[in-house]
């Protein structure tokens, strides 16, 4: 099985800040990879798919990048509303195996 | 708007058996891949099973395989989760999802607001 490892578990960053989340996979996942954002009590939300598509309605201050079995998600500058739990997760839809990461806290500093 | 409405969580003892629920609209039921995702109290996601659009596919998580069904129903725009056996560790919030598009791809636009499944004595 893919297994997917999220770094750091826990991320503290102020306003106006740039942030990276990095996610690896234990073997290659091309670019079948995406990032949600999840706020407490609420569903996740899709941010990026494929890897570093924008969802439509994301703001464009969320980047993704990366192939094979490293990924980042990038916030160019940090707004109130980032702050939330961040999971990639790993789409192998001909074996039927989705994999997320353990998440990322992202608080206030 | 698209919808998705879980219901059936509850109490449950130990080895009993459940039947979650999730009504979809305002979209093409029967064009999509449908999954359902789950969520421990504190915990990170965990993907639980996948059905296709016209139901001929599925697959499961390897915690779940053999005691979880997933079906569905598209004449009435229903996905189903049959869960049987359950056991403490299947406490969770359970989530329907939808597909992106109608090509399988693992990316879920649209979650409903998930239902709790508390398996106690």
């Known amino acids: 099985d893919i297994q997917m490892t999220q770094s750091p578990s826990t991320l503290s960053a102020s306003v106006g800040d740039r942030v990276t989340i990095t996610c690896r996979a234990s073997?290659?996942?091309?670019?079948?990879l995406a990032w949600y954002q999840q706020k407490p009590g609420k569903a996740p939300k899709l941010l990026i798919f494929?890897?570093?598509n924008l969802e439509s309605g994301v703001p464009s201050r969320f980047s993704g990048s990366g192939s094979g079995t490293e990924f980042t998600l990038t916030i160019s500058s940090l707004q109130p509303d980032d702050f939330a739990t961040y999971y990639c997760?790993?789409?192998?839809?001909?074996?039927?195996?989705?994999?997320f990461g353990q998440g990322t806290k992202l608080e206030v500093k | 708007q698209v919808q998705l409405v879980e219901s059936g969580g509850g109490v449950v003892q130990p080895g009993r058996s459940l039947r979650l629920s999730c009504a979809a609209s305002?979209?093409?039921?029967?064009?999509?891949?449908m999954h359902w995702v789950r969520q421990a109290p504190g915990k990170g996601l965990e993907w639980v099973a996948f059905?296709?659009?016209?139901?001929?596919?599925?697959h499961y998580a390897d915690s779940v395989k053999g005691r979880f069904t997933i079906s569905r129903d598209n004449s009435k725009n229903t996905l189903s989760l049959q869960i049987n056996s359950l056991r403490a560790e299947d406490t969770a919030v359970y989530y329907c999802?939808?597909?992106?598009?109608?090509?399988?791809?693992?990316?879920?636009?649209?979650w409903g607001q998930g239902t709790l499944v508390t398996v106690s004595s």
């Open positions: 999802a939808k597909e992106r598009t109608e090509m399988l791809t693992g990316y879920y636009s649209d």
């Open positions: 305002g979209f093409t039921f029967s064009h999509y891949g």
């Open positions: 059905i296709s659009y016209d139901g001929k596919k599925n």
């Open positions: 073997q290659s996942i091309s670019t079948w």
């Open positions: 494929d890897a570093s």
């Open positions: 997760q790993q789409c192998d839809s001909y074996f039927g195996m989705y994999t």
